[in-house]
């Protein structure tokens, strides 16, 4: 028996190791015969390499060989094969750096299918690190040279696809979504008639991001199948990691968690195998969300750790700003609001950097002009919360001084004093910090508002886009100027609103009709208020009240004398109401935490310190003889004295 064993091992190990040199003797034979062709076009070079292609080793090799041999149109595939392998595994300064090798190498040989080639891998390489400027310039280079083919062959048509799907996410990443499915659309038109499965795999998962960016969570899961079906037909794990991740993350937004937590199980041993940081890292962050959701804390835990040390090594900024959200809601459920607070500014952060990166191409004057302010106002923050620190630091250190005193000397007298002492520092630092928030406020709300505009630039709209950015500018000094007091009266604080309010209703198409109503006899001019205290509470009946709705869409501001103490100010719209607003907010995937109506109450407490009388605010759901929601109505009294 022994015998037959050790027999059976040696006719393996023969087996085996014929079966061996055979693959590297036809590897070696299928490079030789390629040398002695040396065919031009992408087709006919990857019908013979392609089986060689997933080896980097191999594909080193082969650059070594054709550079001795000055296969040029050779070396241009490989570099782009090389590149893609670079990709594959996220190591994206790498893969620019070959395929800009293979650009060049392109460019020199006068061959248009490989520069088109290479041109759309560092549109892809850029966009996945988040450069959109220089990504889309190169994918449009591209699509300018491919376009210009008369009679395009099937390796140039590859590329216009590739063209198309890159141009496609970019107006994803910047909210362009009707822009972004026609372009992804266009990609698949090419992808069937050339009978490129791989690539309307990977379009309809992008029309799926499409679809989920508009809320529509089923269209978004049957166009996910229809790219897992496709993935599954031609065996490529890559683009099923890609489908299982996206199901599991809209069916945990759907709140079917069973059917999530199968599909995101059946993404990460793919993950693993083809070695994918990024994706690693977002299905993990899918799994702690998953296990958020389902209260399964300590699994939910490991997953985040493991998600967050990934993204932050490598700085995945669009997978932070997920992670950050996901994490912030784990750490509000586990009751640590500190980090869960920390984690949420993280996001808002990543996002902004995110957000300049997006519009950087659009509106990149109109930033540097305001660039200045906002690097003066963020040395300003930084300064106030050192002296708040150093404030803080100091009470501490007398707390210890006067205790000990108080063991020695009069311990009553010296109590009050401290007492004394320690109220007036407090007081100082609760001002300090207002100052903070104030200045801290002042580029984001610039940002926002050059957002506002930036459909009116990206379209080349001209008329439009000077219109507004004349009120824009207005806005902007009305807003800097009242940055530098601790109050406004009242008819100025209505005239910046209806500015807001003005910029605001571009994103609605001018749909809003906003409205004014100031009692008579009352002089709005003698009325005090803190600066952009309505702000947030319009901003709410926007986003939360009027952007769901159909049909008209009314807002009216109200202001009236209440009594020889208070004036009240009447916010009312006829939105959603703040039911149907929250079961909205509760579909969304990234759930955004809004604390503007909190620092306002913070504002106004501080701002009524000093007076008789307090404010209060008052939210009121209207509702028709049937309980129908008729909109929103808040109520702001606010003391005269």
């Known amino acids: 028996m022994k015998n037959y064993f050790i027999i059976y091992l040696l006719l393996f190990n023969l087996t085996f190791g014929a079966f061996s040199q055979k693959k590297k003797t036809d ?83 006068k061959n248009d299918e490989f520069e088109i080639f290479s041109l759309n891998m560092l549109g892809v390489d850029y966009r996945r690190k988040n450069i959109y400027t220089s990504a889309i310039n190169f994918n449009k280079k591209a699509l300018e040279i491919a376009e210009k083919k008369k009679n395009p062959n099937s390796g140039i048509l590859r590329s216009m696809e590739v063209s198309y799907n890159s141009i496609g996410n970019i107006y994803l990443l910047l909210e362009q979504y009707i822009l972004a499915e026609k372009n992804f659309k266009k990609a698949i038109d090419i992808a069937e008639k050339s009978k490129n499965k791989w690539s309307v795999s990977i379009n309809n998962e992008n029309i799926a991001k499409v679809k989920e960016a508009q809320d529509s969570l089923d269209l978004a899961i049957e166009y996910t199948k229809r790219a897992l079906a496709i993935d599954q037909s031609i065996n490529n794990h890559y683009g099923r990691m890609i489908c299982y991740n996206r199901l599991g993350k809209l069916h945990i937004k759907k709140g079917d968690y069973v059917i999530a937590e199968e599909y995101l199980k059946n993404a990460v041993p793919i993950a693993k195998s083809v070695k994918n940081k990024y994706y690693i890292s977002l299905i993990n962050n899918n799994l702690g969300w998953l296990y958020t959701k389902t209260k399964k804390t300590n699994k939910a835990q490991k997953h985040f750790e493991k998600s967050l040390k990934i993204a932050e090594k490598r700085n995945y900024k669009t997978a932070l700003t997920e992670i950050y959200t996901n994490y912030s809601e784990f750490n509000e459920l586990t009751g640590n609001y500190k980090e869960a607070l920390n984690y949420q500014k993280k996001y808002t952060a990543t996002a902004n950097e995110l957000l300049n990166d997006k519009t950087s191409k659009y509106v990149n004057d109109l930033i540097i002009k305001y660039d200045s302010e906002r690097k003066s106002n963020q040395i300003k923050s930084l300064a106030k919360q050192n002296e708040i620190a150093a404030l803080e630091l100091s009470k501490n250190r007398n707390f210890i001084i006067i205790s000990f005193i108080v063991l020695i000397l009069l311990a009553t007298v010296l109590y009050f004093v401290y007492r004394q002492i320690s109220l007036n ?79 605001e209703n571009i994103r609605f198409s001018n749909q809003i009709n906003y409205t004014i109503k100031v009692e008579d006899d009352l002089d709005i001019s003698t009325i005090k208020v803190p600066p952009l205290v309505l702000q947030p509470f319009l901003e ?94 808040v109520a702001l009294r606010i003391p005269l004295q």
């Open 540 to 633: 709410n009946a926007l986003w939360h009240g009027l952007s769901s709705k159909k049909g008209d869409k009314t807002i009216q501001l109200s202001v009236f004398k209440l009594s020889k103490e208070y004036i009240q100010i009447d916010i009312e719209d006829n939105g959603i109401g703040r039911t149907a607003s929250a079961k909205i907010k509760s579909n969304k995937v990234i759930h955004k935490k809004s604390i503007g109506i909190e620092l306002t109450k913070e504002r106004l407490n501080n701002f009524i310190k000093d007076f008789k009388n307090p404010f209060s605010l008052i939210f009121n759901d209207l509702v028709d003889e049937n309980k129908n929601p008729l909109g929103t109505k």
């Open 27 to 109: 590897f070696k034979i299928t490079v030789d015969n390629i040398l002695t062709t040396k065919p031009n076009t992408y087709k006919k070079i990857d019908k013979l390499l392609k089986p060689f292609q997933r080896d980097s080793t191999k594909v080193k090799i082969i650059i070594e060989r054709f550079q001795k041999e000055n296969y040029k149109d050779g070396l241009a595939y490989e570099y782009i094969k090389l590149g893609n392998i670079y990709r594959k595994y996220s190591d994206y300064n790498k893969a620019i750096e070959v395929h800009k090798k293979a650009l060049e190498i392109s460019q020199d040989n």
């Open 425 to 503: 520092k407090e007081k100082k630092i609760l001002t300090l910090e207002q100052d903070v928030l104030r200045s801290q406020m002042n580029p984001h709300f610039i940002f926002n508002a050059l957002n506002s505009i930036k459909h009116y630039i990206v379209n080349n709209e001209q008329k439009n886009a000077v219109h507004y950015l004349n009120k824009f500018s207005k806005l902007i000094r009305k807003i800097l100027e009242s940055s530098t007091v601790k109050e406004v009266s009242l008819k100025e604080e209505l005239n910046i609103i209806d500015l807001y309010m003005n910029i």
